[in-house]
């Protein structure tokens, strides 16, 4: 009805005008503009870390740091070491429980432990990029109601996170496999209470945060790659 009375006025005013336009071409027109600004905003792509994934990276990557300095930092961050007490300190017993952290792989010149701490560090790195860029670059969504990241950038921190989820989950479960593989050669001397309390649960934890990422940064991924994909069809 408005684009009717607009067209009466518009003609009253230009008599003169030959090719008045029609209020059904410009119903035609506004649909199209409208359709073509829903199909743009449905295919922005837009991402925001789930509560669990913020939970779980808030109580992982101080550990992994921490993890990753007594590797690293090996042999004075071991027993004896100039920096050992008091912050690696609980890392005597774990060294006794799990030898790939002590002195048997240390002094055999095993290079599997120095190796995944490397990796521990380039994820930590990616994780805090992640982080970084939903939390700075992030803009609060009033539909959504919490800070999300989205176009370009937000489709970049995504594919950073999902990649350094992928790597804690591959390496984890290849920490698990090399156990599997040599026998139990750090982990078999160990009574089974201490093998289920000692590293079993620690080290499980890391399989079940890590593929609960993969999952959930996963599927805003493949939602995004599908949205697109429609849009592109439209």
Do not use: C
Request: charged share 15%; proline share 4%.
């Amino acid at each position: 009805m408005v684009t009717t009375r607009a067209s009466s006025r518009a003609a009253s005013v230009e008599p003169t005008s030959l090719f008045p336009q029609t209020p059904s071409t410009k119903r035609t027109s506004n649909k199209s503009s409208s359709s073509s600004k829903r199909s743009s905003s449905s295919s922005t792509f837009a991402h925001a870390p789930t509560t669990a994934t913020l939970v779980w990276l808030t109580i992982s990557l101080p550990l992994v740091i921490w993890d990753t300095g007594y590797v690293l930092l090996r042999p004075h961050s071991m027993p004896g070491g100039a920096w050992h007490y008091p912050l690696w300190a609980p890392y005597k017993l774990y060294g006794e429980i799990d030898h790939i952290y002590g002195f048997k792989a240390f002094r055999a010149g095993n290079g599997f432990t120095s190796a995944q701490g490397f990796l521990n560090a380039i994820e930590t790195l990616l994780y805090l990029w992640y982080l970084g860029a939903w939390y700075f670059g992030g803009k609060r969504s009033s539909s959504a109601g919490y800070k999300v990241v989205s176009g370009r950038a937000g489709a970049r921190a995504t594919l950073v996170g999902f990649s350094a989820a992928v790597m804690t989950l591959s390496k984890t479960i290849l920490y698990w496999a090399n156990e599997y593989y040599s026998g139990f050669d750090n982990i078999g001397h160990n009574s089974l209470e201490d093998l289920i309390l000692l590293w079993i649960i620690p080290n499980g934890a890391w399989i079940v945060g890590s593929a609960y990422m993969v999952w959930s940064i996963g599927g805003d991924l493949v939602a995004g790659l599908d949205r697109a994909s429609r849009s592109k069809s439209d």
